[in-house]
Structure formats: C-alpha cells, structure tokens
C-alpha cells in the first residue's frame, strides 16, 4: 500500500533552519509529482511546493520563495523540503503530497520569535 512517510519535524528559532523529509513506498515514485503542503492552527491547508517527476522543474507558493527548497532523490524514494530564513508565520503542521492524491501523516513545525 501506498505509504509517505515524514521526518520528525521540530522546534526552531526565527531565522533558523530545518529540513524535512518524506520517504515514500508502495509505489513507483519516479513516476509521480510530489507536494509538500502546510496547515497552521486555524487556517486551511496550502500548498506549499511541488516537484516533478525528474525534479526538473519546482514550483512555491509565494509566502516561501527565495527560502524553501524542494528537492527529491529518486533513488531513495524521498521527497525533501529545506527550509531556511523560518519565521513564526511558518509554524504548521507540514504534509508529504503524492500528486494529487495520497498524504503523509504530517510533521510539527515550531518556529519561536
């Protein structure tokens, strides 16, 4: 079965920096795009970065261009997203994304001011 699993997230001063990962299994991963998604206390899910297939081509959401980047290894099936410059307004749970499809548990992030 199709399984995402996420790296531990953590607590992290403003300015900091953090990198999550995402192992994926149960699935060919080369052939699919993968997401990394957020959701803070009280608001919506976001879509915060996608990658293709060959990781050639990224996308971000605007909040976090310029300090996130999303990166994948094909070989180990995992999806990584490295956050750098972390404010207090990242602080949310952050989600592994199959396409359009399957999700990951999701991971804590905290970034105190």
């Known amino acids: 079965q199709v399984q995402l699993v996420e790296s531990e997230g953590g607590l992290v001063q403003s300015g900091g920096s953090l990198r999550l990962s995402c192992t994926a299994s149960g699935f060919t991963f080369r052939n699919y795009f993968m997401n990394w998604y957020r959701q803070a206390p009280g608001k919506e899910r976001e879509l915060v970065a996608t990658i293709s297939n060959s990781g050639l081509t990224t996308n971000y959401a605007d909040s976090v261009k310029g300090r996130f980047t999303i990166s994948r290894d094909n070989g180990k099936n995992t999806v990584y997203l490295q956050m750098n410059n972390l404010k207090p307004e990242d602080t949310a749970k952050y989600y592994c994304?199959?396409?359009?499809?399957?999700w990951g548990k999701g991971t804590l992030v905290t970034v105190s001011s």
């Open positions: 994304r199959r396409s359009m499809d399957y």
